[in-house]
Structures are given as C-alpha cells and as structure tokens.
C-alpha cells in the first residue's frame, strides 16, 4: 500500500480545484417562429463568394476576400412573383459608402436569384466591409466581409 504525501495530496486537491473554477459552463438553446407570411417576400438564402458559375451558382463562398478581387452578395429570394426592385448599399470599414447598385426584375415565378458584385482595388481599404439590401426600399439585412491586403 502507497502512503501519499501531503505534499502529493495538497498538488492534487489544488489541481482538482483550478479544474473546477476554469471550467466554463456551455449554454445552448432553440426555440420556434411563425414562418413568413406566405404573401410576402422573404430570403430563402443569401451569401458572399468570390465568383458565380457559368449557371450562376455561387462559387468560393467566403467572407474575407483579398483586395483587388470581386465580392459577390447572391440571394435566393422566395415570394417574389410579381414586380420588385432590389438595392444594395457597400460600405467600406470606415462606414462609408463605396457603391450603390439596383435591379429591377418582374416575374411570374415564386422564386428569383439576384446577384451584385463589387471590385475592390487593390489598394481597398482593409477590414470589415458591410452590405445592405433592401426590397421594395425596405431594409431586409445585412452581410459583413473582410478586405484583407496582401
């Protein structure tokens, strides 16, 4: 039988109690929303990437992106049929804005893709980029990215 020191047990007792106070307790949780109203428009999904295939599908879906290249916002918007006009505003880490783009598109579908892009220089300014979208002038979200220079 092994007779443990006091040293030994004071070592342990001291481990097993930093072990405690420095766990951290992780919190989750979920709950439910109503869907969107069925008659109105609303995003199925939207993402940054760096470019889109030759079927306009997103390709190097990302969310830093180094200056001198494209930033592509692509969104998938659902209850659309009908007329519609689609604004983003891109602005720069500083807040200030850097290009505003509109479309205008008219379908019979309940579906629709938009796509905008922006070329950065390669002297953009780096850090957190912001874009905003709106639908029919109201606001719907926002996206941030980084600029990162070589």
């Not at 039988?1 to 951290?24: D, E, N, Q």
């Not at 306009?56 to 930033?71: E, L, M, Q, R």
């Not at 009908?82 to 290009?99: A, F, I, L, M, R």
């Not at 938009?114 to 996206?143: C, H, K, M, N, P």
Request: charged residues 15%; glycine residues 6%; proline residues 3%.
């Amino acid at each position: 039988m092994t007779i443990i020191s006091r040293k030994a047990l004071l070592s342990f007792a001291l481990f097993v109690l930093v072990g405690l106070i420095s766990c951290t307790q992780i919190n989750s949780g979920g709950g439910d929303v109503t869907a969107p109203d069925s008659n109105q428009p609303y995003i199925i999904e939207s993402l940054l990437c760096s470019s889109l295939d030759e079927n306009n599908h997103p390709v190097g879906i990302a969310t830093d992106f180094p200056a001198g290249y494209s930033v592509y916002l692509w969104v998938h918007w659902a209850n659309v049929k009908g007329k519609h006009t689609v604004s983003v505003y891109w602005y720069d880490p500083n807040g200030e804005e850097q290009h505003r783009q509109t479309l205008s598109f008219d379908t019979q579908e309940n579906h629709q893709i938009t796509y905008f892009y922006i070329e950065t220089s390669s002297s953009a300014t780096a850090g957190e980029w912001l874009v905003s979208l709106f639908l029919d002038g109201q606001f719907v979200r926002s996206l941030a990215f980084d600029i990162i220079n070589n």
